[in-house]
């Protein structure tokens, strides 16, 4: 396995304020922008050459990522014109692969923290001569997603959108995100048009009678596409839980950036992400958090299981349980945001305005 594609595209609504001013795969997890993670990890399977396919706020990943080579990598980036879907984005980059016909591409989606054995995939793709493996994963509720039956040999048998009754829950196996296509399959997506891989492509190969193969991996998987799972995500790469190469220090309790001012006395823990120039003031308190560049907490905060976007502040006494504040908010002091609250990036809640708080 020698090239990748990684989908990088989407617009991360459902992680918006975290999205406004920075794509998905950029927002900092574990001090380092989420897709460093999944960038060094590629490459530690033996991954040399990744294409990214990006569109939402494009130009952000080039001047920061450059040609990869600070991580062993070459890289590419191609940006779609208008958005193509999965299946769409995949055969949008597929000039800039290398491989020959039957050679194996690794593609994974810019959002999906794991633990995936990446070279067993590859692995079991070349050993069953499937035409594109698939990593499945075993979920405890799986009516949120797709499910991918497969037979006694893994071969996968269908495709089932998400169930709602007990008689179509068939199997608790679900795609999770990481696929190897042979080359030639790539060529056979349809050029210029939204296409999705798990609707359309899929199912289609399976009709036509092409050898899926499924390879349950049931190590650390976790989907980031809410706020509450970036937090997770986040927590779990610094306290060890998920595997990454890339995690700029020990793993621990915490893991403060150079440049940040963390008062002797204030308490961090349960995996809490400190970001460059960032400020944690006396007393404080932060609890499996992610606190972004140049942001503040106050004197005497407790911040829980929250992120404070860059640049943003947390007053004094102020708590936050589940919130995310977005980049260069300003909480006042003695607030209480608790329960999925999202503050808007530049917003300002003044000192005591809120006691209580409602999903939003």
Known sequence: MTEAILLVGGKGTRLRPLTVHTPKPMVPAAGVPFLTHQLARARAA??????????????????????????????????????LGTGGAIRNVASRLRSAPGDPVLIFNGDILTGLDIEALVDTHRTTGADVSLHLTRVADPRAFGLVPTDPSGRVTAFLEKPQTPEEIVTDQINAGAYVF????????????????????????????????????????????TPHAF?????????????SPAVPGRCGDRLVMDGADVAPDAKLSGGTAVGAGA????????????????????????????????????????????????????????????DGVRVWCGAQIP??????SSDQ
Do not use: C
């Open 46 to 83: 033996g991954v040399e050459h990744i294409v990214l396919a990006t569109s939402y706020l494009a130009e952000v990943f080039e001047p920061y990522f450059g040609d990869g080579s600070a991580l062993g990598l070459h890289l590419e980036y191609v940006t779609e014109e208008e958005p």
């Open 182 to 225: 042979n080359r030639s399959v790539i060529d056979t997506i349809p050029a210029g048009r939204p296409v999705s891989v798990e609707r359309e492509t899929f199912p289609g190969l399976l009709a036509d009678g092409a050898h899926l193969q499924g390879m349950v991996d049931s190590t650390y998987w976790l989907d980031l596409g």
């Open 231 to 243: 937090v997770r995500g986040s927590a779990d790469l610094v306290l060890g839980r998920a595997p």
């Open 279 to 338: 400020v944690i003031g006396s007393g404080a308190r932060v609890e499996g958090s992610t606190v972004l560049d140049g942001a503040v907490v106050e004197a005497g905060a407790h911040v829980q299981d929250s992120l404070v976007g860059a640049g943003a502040r947390i007053g004094a006494r102020t708590v936050l349980e589940g919130a995310v504040i977005g980049d260069g908010a300003v909480i006042g002091a003695d607030n209480e945001l608790r």
């Open 351 to 356: 000192a005591g305005a809120v006691r209580f």
